[in-house]
């Protein structure tokens, strides 16, 4: 089956700062999406991108297909954003969609 | 438009007990998926549906069984619960892959399961 592998595993930001989210993936795919996992647990769907980039905010995403990677861009980070980011691929082979282990961002003020 | 509803949010079991949670999901998808998520670890997949009637084993599927009568509950059962279930249980449904251009997978809010 595919594997989903993201970097960094942990981040610390001081609020204002910029990052960068990857998720490699071992095969193609036609499904990929990102997810925050607020301190409740709840998780919100940011992006649905199979390829191409998307902007919603100060949030940004691009996956580059071909090459078997996504990015997370985050801007002028608030502490609001603290939680566990995913990324969750599938493909129409597997039918299922498999998570990465995520990426824990704590923001601090 | 509730989206992808599960009950309930919360229980705790006793080693030995049954139970059964339930997702529904009112957007009229053909796939459904039971995932669990334990401390500090992504969500793995338990098992899914690609339909009404028919159901599959993901990456964790010993000790739970599933059931898909109508198309839009899902049904994880644990027969006889373990302390090693407990965790916190995600519903998710989507489109098929393929099918139609989205097929973003929606989740419902988890339910935090304890077994003592």
């Known amino acids: 089956g595919i594997q989903v592998e993201q970097s960094p595993p942990d981040l610390i930001l001081q609020e204002g700062a910029n990052s960068t989210l990857r998720c490699n993936f071992s095969?193609?795919?036609?499904?990929l999406q990102w997810f925050h996992q607020n301190p409740w647990g709840q998780l919100i769907n940011l992006f649905y991108?199979?390829?191409g980039t998307k902007q919603n905010g100060r949030l940004s995403a691009t996956t580059v297909a071909t090459e078997r990677y996504s990015l997370l861009y985050i801007s002028s980070s608030q502490t609001t954003d603290s939680g566990v980011y995913f990324c969750a691929v599938g493909n129409t082979g597997g039918f299922k969609t498999i998570f990465g282990a995520g990426t824990r961002l704590f923001v601090k003020a | 438009n509730a989206g992808v509803t599960q009950t309930p949010k919360f229980r705790v079991l006793k080693t030995g007990q049954s139970m059964t949670l339930l997702c529904a999901q009112d957007m009229n998808h053909e796939y459904m998926y039971w995932y669990r998520q334990d401390p500090g670890m992504g969500l793995r997949l338990i098992h899914y549906?690609?339909?009404?009637?028919?159901?599959a084993k993901g990456e964790v599927p010993d000790g739970y069984n599933v059931s898909r009568l109508k198309k839009q509950n899902f049904l994880l059962g644990l027969e006889s619960a373990a302390p090693s279930q407990t965790s916190v249980y995600f519903c998710a449904s989507s489109y098929p892959p393929g099918a139609v251009l989205n097929t973003e997978a929606f989740f419902g809010q988890g339910t935090r399961l304890t077994v003592v």
């Open positions: 095969d193609s795919v036609n499904n």
């Open positions: 991108i199979p390829s």
């Open positions: 549906s690609v339909g009404e009637g028919t159901t």
